[in-house]
């Protein structure tokens, strides 16, 4: 996928691998994912690091700030810890290693990405009803 955007309607959680195949085929290793509390940034995390045959328990770094599932998916939380917490720590320079970079309520990291000049995959979410619509924007 370049420079575009696709739309899935997911109804249950095994419809996820259409997200997960579009995370896999675009060209970033980083996909900052947007959505508000409960809507599926976590549980979609948990499904790719089973696409990959990774047996790790997927939990929300959401008080870690970092989660690392066999060095190759890193999964992060700002929510509590915020942009300035995650720079301090070193973070970004671990957005370099090699694997998937999954990172949860990263918006404000978004121009510093830029600005850096690493390449990311944004994924929203959005709630409808029992649904769920991920929207990936390359």
């Known amino acids: 996928m370049?420079?575009?955007?696709?739309?899935?309607?997911?109804?249950?959680?095994?419809?996820?691998?259409?997200?997960?195949?579009?995370?896999?085929?675009?060209?970033?290793?980083i996909i900052m994912l947007s959505g508000t509390l409960g809507s599926g940034k976590t549980t979609l995390v948990k499904e790719f690091v089973k696409s990959l045959g990774i047996k790790d328990e997927v939990t929300s770094p959401t008080f870690s700030l970092q989660n690392v599932y066999e060095n190759r998916v890193f999964h992060y939380d700002l929510y509590n810890k915020g942009v300035s917490e995650f720079l301090s720590l070193g973070l970004l320079e671990e957005l370099e290693k090699e694997g998937y970079h999954f990172i949860e309520w990263g918006e404000e990291l978004e121009e510093?990405?830029?600005?850096?000049?690493?390449?990311?995959?944004?994924?929203?979410?959005?709630?409808?009803?029992?649904?769920r619509i991920y929207e990936c924007q390359n």
């Open 2 to 29: 370049e420079n575009g955007e696709l739309r899935y309607k997911i109804n249950k959680i095994s419809e996820l691998n259409k997200v997960i195949e579009c995370i896999k085929k675009t060209n970033s290793n």
């Open 112 to 131: 510093v990405l830029k600005s850096f000049g690493f390449n990311y995959l944004k994924v929203n979410i959005k709630i409808e009803k029992n649904a």
